[in-house]
């Protein structure tokens, strides 16, 4: 901003790689959770405007999305026998995730009111580089050639679903260094989604991403200005809650994403899958056809994901990454 499983802890494949069965047994789950995720998202961001529109702020859509999050908490935790780690590595991790997720939403209701949009959100969508940088360096995450190829094609395509080079020159003032905030952030939320599932049930992780999110509602209401018109009809935040669950469950299937596949490959797959949708729906709902930069991204964003399914065999993660602790 945040995968379904259905055991306490993942299960472990009993074939091993040379069997005939055990690249076909693990091929779908990261995908699969993957290819949901952008799903959900993408559907997500086609309609999430709407509610800002009517007249309800983003910072009450922020309030909503994470009320939101509790129904598909509780539903993996009693999924999971209502058990959750409470130990200090799971604290410690879950808050992080929680609170990198939450802050770097937060401090992007200042860097819109301080800047240009169309250039802050370019930037803010590169956070898959942050992350794949930490795995690659940190949880030794290698891919094939296929895999590499779709990477590439997928960070190349980010920023061109909201690139507008038609806006007036911006100085690089306070609104980039929040967004560079933004970036960092949510670079480092995903990156610690993957190494938390290492250390801990994908549940747990859902549980304090959750806690978080709520925990920073206080903060949200302080930000919105009351003295304003504020729709609290069904076009307000109703149809929020009607969009932001999708934002919600999308966030569950990240963590499983993340928890069965590399971050390497995960994280651009769905970062490019979910603005390509998005794109896809809105282009279908107006009646238009996008401009250069947006067609580029649609091609580049259908190149990568087709490079990345093909290496999806690659894409599983390590034994020891998906082992409960």
Known sequence: MGRMERTTAVETTTATPDEPGATAARRPRWLGYALATALLWGVWGAFAGLPTQHGFPETLVY????????????????????KVRRDRTALAYGLAIGLLGAGGQMVLFYAVKAGPAYLIFPLISLSPVITIVLSFLFLHERTGRMGLAGIVLAVCALPLFDFNPAGAPQQYGLWFVLALAVLVAWGLQAYFIKLANTRMDAESIFFYMTASALLCIPVALAMTDFS?????????PWLAAATQVLNAVGALTLVYAFRHGKALTVSPLVNAGAPLLTTVIAMALAGTVPGGYRLAGIGLSLAAALFLALQADDGAAPPESTEGV
Request: aromatic share 14%.
């Open 63 to 82: 309030v909503v999305w994470a009320l939101t999050m509790v129904p598909p908490a509780l539903f993996v935790l009693a999924r999971s026998g209502w």
């Open 228 to 236: 304003q018109p504020i729709n609290y009809g069904l076009s307000g």
